[in-house]
C-alpha cells in the first residue's frame, strides 16, 4: 500500500491549489514504540531510522518541510525564511512550493489556508498554546478576511482521554466563561477536557466559520497514531501543507 493510502488527507474544500496530508505512524522503518513512521529527531529513537523515514517523507513534497522547534507557545513565522528550526509553533507561506510543517502526538495539528488558495499555514496547538493565543495568532498572521479562512483539525487526543486538572481549566475560564462547556469533572480538581472544541472555539473567537476534522483521537487509535498521554515513550507524527501553483497576488 503507498504511503499516500496510509496517511489521512484532509476533508474539506480547499483550493485545488492546495495540498495537504497527516503522517499516521504506517509506513516507516522505526522499531519498538517508534514503529513505524517516527519523524520526531526529539525522541530517543535512532537518527537512522528517524532520516530515513523523513527521505521517504520528502519524496511525496516539492521540498524539505520548513520544520519548527516547538515550545507550546503562539510565536507564528512565516515559513520561507525558515533556517534551523526556530522556535516557533506555526508557520505560514505564500510562495508555492513552501511546505509549512508541525509535529504531534496528541496536542492538535491546525491546517489553514483560504478559498482563494493564496495561503498556507499550520499550527501546533496543545492546551497551552491554545490557552495563550496560537490560533488567534496563526489567523492574524494569515490576512485574510477570517470568513474566507478554511481551517481543518487533525488528530489529536480526544474529550473521553484528555484529562486535567484545574490549572489547565482556569487557564481556558479566566478569560472566557464559556469554554467551561469543553470541560467535564470526573473528580475534585479533575477535568475531561475537550481540546477539538476548544480549538472551535477560538477559531470561531477569530471569526473562521468553515471548520473542518477534529474527530479523530490519538489516544484510542494505537493502530494509526502515537500518543504521548497513552504511551509516554512514542514517536511523533506531522501535518504539512503546501501551496502549488502561481505566486499569491
Known amino acids: 500500500m503507498s504511503l499516500e493510502r496510509q496517511w489521512l488527507v484532509p476533508d474539506w474544500p480547499a483550493p485545488p491549489g492546495v495540498r495537504a496530508f497527516a503522517t499516521t505512524r504506517a509506513g516507516g522503518v522505526s522499531e519498538g514504540p517508534y514503529a ?12 537512522v531510522a528517524v532520516k530515513a523515514n523523513r527521505v ?6 516539492p521540498q524539505d518541510p520548513r520544520w519548527l522547534r516547538q515550545v507550546h507557545g503562539t510565536r507564528v513565522v512565516e515559513a520561507e525564511g525558515v533556517e534551523d528550526r526556530p522556535e516557533a509553533d506555526a508557520s505560514i507561506a505564500r510562495t508555492p512550493g513552501t511546505v509549512c510543517a508541525v509535529q504531534v502526538a496528541d496536542c492538535l495539528p491546525v491546517l489553514f489556508t483560504d478559498r482563494a488558495g493564496s495561503v498556507a499555514a499550520a499550527a501546533h496547538a496543545g492546551w497551552r498554546g491554545l490557552a ?5 495568532n496563526t489567523v492574524a498572521a494569515l490576512k485574510v478576511d477570517p470568513q474566507a479562512v478554511l481551517a481543518y483539525i487533525g488528530p489529536g487526543i480526544g474529550p473521553l482521554h484528555f484529562e486535567v486538572g484545574d490549572d489547565v481549566r482556569d487557564a481556558f475560564t479566566s478569560g472566557d466563561a464559556g469554554a467551561a462547556h ?3 469533572r470526573t473528580a475534585p480538581a479533575k477535568w475531561l477536557a475537550d481540546l477539538p472544541a476548544l480549538a472551535r472555539r477560538a477559531l470561531r473567537r477569530c471569526g473562521v466559520c468553515a471548520i473542518y476534522g477534529g474527530d479523530l483521537c490519538t489516544y484510542s487509535d494505537a493502530l494509526r497514531f502515537f500518543s504521548y498521554r497513552r504511551d ?4 511523533r507524527m506531522a501535518a504539512l501543507i503546501w501551496r502549488e501553483g502561481p505566486p499569491a497576488l
Request: glycine share 14%; no cysteine; hydrophobic share 45%.
Open 232 to 235: 509516554g515513550e512514542t514517536g
Open 56 to 61: 521517504r517523507l520528502r519524496r511525496l513534497l
Open 132 to 136: 495563550a493565543g496560537v490560533i488567534d
Open 182 to 184: 469543553a470541560f467535564t
Open 36 to 47: 513505524s513512521f517516527n519523524l520526531g529527531f526529539s525522541t530517543a529513537d535512532t537518527a
